[in-house]
């Protein structure tokens, strides 16, 4: 065989499927601290938890000559917060772990703030704050999933590229809405 074939064992990977079964999606070849992987997984959830909910909030309280067009930019982005929570609590519990939607200490799991905001501008900003530390965080988990867990890096993967065009349609409306800060 020539270098850099692939050689793998089907008997062994066939024996090795027959162990510990009870595992799931979890088999001998998982490589991350499935601790570690699980404690992180149920901090993205608080984040995409609470960012649904200020989101929402921001909807509903969008007020002013611009409200309209960056209230259905706030549903649209709530909505997307929820599709992460979802795909990230499918992955905990594939995982063999728990999903954590106890609102109890939801603020301290989420590395996302929970701030209102008082006019547009500052629920704007906010949003994009948050979105700004879901990127920085989610880029960590990404690095250190690296190959160890390649579904999990994947699926943040996704979701980090999501809440970078959501930071980018934040920091449009800014531009938008607040001149200076361009």
Partial sequence: MAKGDFITDVKEIRRRAR???????????????RTTVLKLLNEALATEIVCNLRYRRHYFMAMGIHAQPV?????????????HADQIAARITQLGGEPNFNPDGLL???HAEYVEGESLVDMIREDLVAERIAIDSYGEMVRYLGNNDPTTRRMMEGILAMEEEHADDMADLLTTLDPTKA
Wanted: cysteine-free; hydrophobic content about 30%.
């Fill in 19 to 33: 162990q510990h079964i009870e595992r799931g999606a979890v088999t001998e070849g998982y490589k991350a601290n």
């Fill in 71 to 83: 209230a259905a930019e706030f549903l649209q982005h709530a909505t997307e917060e929820l599709q």
């Fill in 108 to 110: 301290t799991r989420s």
